[in-house]
Each structure stands twice: as C-alpha cells, then as structure tokens.
C-alpha cells in the first residue's frame, strides 16, 4: 500500500483543506448512497414475489419530515459550497508579496522563466515556505497545469495571462502534468517541480545566474531594437503615455472606462494597441501582433513592470486575473 497511496502527500499550504474538503463530500456521498441501496434491498425482500406483505398503499404525509428532509439538504449543500468558494478565494487571492515565475505552456512541454533571467524545461526550482506566483500563458492550445501534491490545477490559456498562487511547506521533487487534452503527445507534457531549502535555492539561483541576463534586461533591448522609447520616453506627453510607474497604477481610457495596468493589460497593449486607448491620445501606435514571441512580450512586460519603480523592489503590486 505505500506504493500506492491512497492521496498523493500534502506538500503546499493549502493541500490539507483541500484533503479535508474532498474527505467529508466522499463520505456525504458514501452515506446517501448507503442509505439508497439499503432501501434496494430492504424493499426488495419485504416486496418480493410470493411474499405476504400489505400492498395497499395507502397515502400518508408528514409535513414535518418533508420540511426536516428538505432543509437538512439545503443545509448540507450551501454549508459544503460556501466551504469550498471561501478555499477557493483564500487560493486565489494574491499575497502581499511573491516571487513571480513565467510559465508557457506549449505543445508539449512547459518552460518556466525566473526574472533572474534562468530558463527552465520541464523543471522548476522554487524555495520553500516563500509565496509564488506563476503567471501563465500558453503558445498554442489550452493547457492545464496540475501539481498533485499540492492540491492545485489551473487552466494555461492563450491569449492572456492567468496567475496561480502557492506556497511550497516540505523539501523535495513533486510531478507537473498538463491536465487538458492538448494533443497527440500530451501524455508526454509532465515535469517536475524541486522545492529546495531557501539557502540551497540562493546558490542554486546564483549559480545560473551567473550566465543567465535578466528578463528584463532583455526586455530593455527589445524596448529599443522595436522604437518603444521613440514615442513612450522621447516623445511622452506629445504622442504617448509615460511608462514609469505604469504597472499597477489605475489608467482612464478614452471612453471613461478605467483598467488597471497589470500584466494582461500591458501584453495587450502591444499586441492590440487600439483595443484600449488612454485618454488623451491618438489611437496612433501600431500592431506588434505577429511580429512578437510570447517569450519576447515576457521580456516586455518584465522591464515595462519596472520601470520607475524604485531600486530593491523585486516586484509590482499583485493583480490577480484567474
């Protein structure tokens, strides 16, 4: 039996709730249907052919009982629901700080990218007890990133970003799976998430590190091969909007409408520029929309983040967008 537990082991902060959860629905269920299948059998002898037994039937009610069985129901599902909807929001509400991963999902196989600038295939370093974000995206088709032991599966969706928080509670190597039929070979899309002691993960980190550029220094040369600062730093005020301080400030579009300048937002910007225009300004900057990777709007998006916020900060304020 040890070769096959009955549940994977508990390895995030949220895997015992999410355990217990799933224990009292299995034995709801294992208790309703008990009582179905003593009623089968029970009815089934006392009714069965050749046995004398009154088949009058007569018509009886109990307005008490009807009420008792009908409001313990009600009691049993809502109380279980809202259970499950406040696990869910405690999972998916943002902490006041993360270390954010990049994560794309493609055909078949997952990369994650640190802002350090170490890629990763098929295998991601994380410490342990520190908050992570993962924000995902997919290159392709609808993928499902799922960590068993840690009681976690969030869809990676093309087209924009979707954000997955978590926290890692023991040391050791844990399975990644994509859990969306996502082609021929999508048995094949597994990986591997190693949660390291956060001195072990430090010179794990600063190791490659070491030979790795940052992504958003790499976004910074984007910013410049693709003339981003001809119209967003020489030419702010006149033509386009200032980037500093952008990510996580509240922007008013054209139509009245206000955003908030997260990393969706800013992805969409590039690629479809004349979706949301900020008021003020011409609807004037063209589509990069084909033109760009989603590994290069990263990029992008890392260094826009950063830009005028101030020196130490490892990150922007967090936006969830599940």
């Given amino acids: 039996m040890d070769d096959l537990p009955f549940l994977p082991p508990q390895a995030s902060t949220v895997a015992g709730q999410v355990d217990l959860l799933f224990l009292v629905l299995v034995l709801l269920a294992t208790f309703f249907t008990s009582i ?11 009714y069965r052919g050749g046995k004398v037994a009154d ?12 009420l008792g069985w009908v409001f313990g129901l009600l009691v049993l599902v809502m109380g279980t629901y ?17 270390q954010d991963i990049y994560v794309l999902g493609l055909q078949w196989m997952w990369k994650f990218q ?8 098929n295998t991601l370093h994380i410490p342990v007890g520190r908050d992570i ?18 009681r976690l599966k969030y869809d990676v969706i093309p087209g924009r970003y979707t954000n997955l928080f978590f926290q890692a509670t023991k040391p050791g190597t844990y399975n990644i799976f994509c859990a969306e039929f996502c082609g021929t070979e999508h048995s094949k899309m597994i990986g591997q998430v190693i949660v390291m002691d956060p001195s072990d993960y430090e010179n794990w980190l600063s190791s490659g590190g070491a030979v790795a ?9 984007l910013f410049q091969e693709f003339g981003c600062d001809g119209c967003h730093v020489t030419g702010v005020g006149t033509i386009a909007p200032s980037l500093d301080g952008l990510f996580g400030k509240q922007e008013t579009l054209q139509d009245g409408q206000t955003v908030i300048a997260d990393e969706s937002y800013i992805r969409e910007s590039i690629l479809l520029p004349q979706e949301k225009i900020v008021a003020g300004y011409q609807p004037v900057m063209p589509t990069y929309e084909g033109q760009i990777s989603e590994e290069q709007l990263v990029q992008l998006v890392e260094y826009i983040k950063g830009l005028g916020a101030s020196s130490g900060s490892d990150q922007g304020p967090n936006q969830c967008n599940p």
Avoid: C
């Avoid at 640190?114 to 295939?121: A, D, N, V």
């Avoid at 993928?143 to 068993?148: I, L």
């Fill in 55 to 66: 088949r009058s039937n007569p018509p009886t009610t109990s307005l008490k009982v009807e």
């Fill in 133 to 150: 974000r993962l924000i995902m995206i997919s290159e392709d088709v609808i993928h499902s990133f799922y960590v068993p032991e840690f």
């Fill in 82 to 98: 809202f259970w499950a909807a406040i696990q869910y929001f405690n999972m998916f509400r943002p902490p006041e700080r993360t």
């Fill in 213 to 221: 550029q940052p992504i958003a220094s790499s976004g910074e040369q």
């Fill in 36 to 46: 179905v299948l003593i009623l089968i059998v029970f009815f089934g002898i006392r």
């Fill in 114 to 121: 640190h802002p350090e600038g170490i890629q990763e295939i």
